[in-house]
T-cell receptor, first 112, second 115 residues
């Protein structure tokens, strides 16, 4: 069955520290991969996406993610976290119809 | 460009009552999706419209849920009668392209509480 696993429910990092959020997927073929972010009271905003080609993709707000086929992973990274990055982050894969399968999300807290 | 708009933003109803959620997609987006997040769980797909037609409604939990998209513009999702387990956040999303490569644009969601 197709699924997305985000093993970390809640992560706390200090402002200025680096960040890596983990995502593993189970899918029959190479899926389309996405990271979305939800800030409090807001909808889901697309951070970045991977379809094919270069396995390191750049997104908005200084985020990047690396697709690793051998590990079925698509981890999200940021070199220096800002307080405004506190939010909930969702990894998702897309089926051909465009429907998304989401992970359970990782809530990020940022310490001053 | 206006984004996806959902209302109400919050709704509190009693078990057995009816609630109707509305979604206005981005203008020109033929594809409209409904998702739901029950507390502590994943965001789960409910259904997908292409214009006014239901392309995929495999995620609809049961026949207490009715989605419509008359005229291929806005969509409504009615829950009748509501049960406690229907509580959660209901998201609407739209996209231009039905294929998997097209990112979905999400609304802010409707938080439904059934008491």
């Amino acid at each position: 069955a197709q699924s997305v696993t985000q093993p970390d429910i809640h992560i706390t990092v200090s402002e200025g520290a680096s960040l890596e959020l983990r995502c593993n997927y189970s899918y029959g073929a190479t899926p389309y991969l996405f990271w979305y972010v939800q800030s409090p009271g807001q909808g889901l905003q697309l951070l970045l996406k991977y379809f094919s080609g270069d396995t390191l993709v750049q997104g908005i707000k200084g985020f990047e993610a690396e697709f690793k086929r051998s590990q079925s992973s698509f981890n999200l990274r940021k070199p220096s976290v800002h307080w405004s990055d506190a939010a909930e982050y969702f990894c998702a894969v897309s089926r051909s119809q465009g429907n998304l399968i989401f992970g359970k999300g990782t809530k990020l807290s940022v310490k001053p | 460009e206006a984004g996806v708009t959902q209302f109400p933003s919050h709704s509190v109803i009693e078990k057995g009552q009816t609630v109707t959620l509305r979604c206005d997609p981005i203008s020109g987006h033929d594809n409209l999706y409904w998702y739901r997040r029950v507390m502590g769980k994943e965001i789960k797909f409910l259904l997908h419209f292409v214009k006014e037609s239901k392309q995929d409604e495999s995620g609809m939990p049961n026949n207490r849920f009715l989605a419509e998209r008359t005229g291929g513009t806005y969509s409504t999702l009615k829950v009748q009668p509501a049960e406690l387990e229907d509580s959660g956040v209901y998201f609407c999303a739209s996209s231009q392209d039905p294929g998997g490569r097209s990112p979905l644009h999400f609304g802010n969601g409707t938080r439904l509480t059934v008491t």
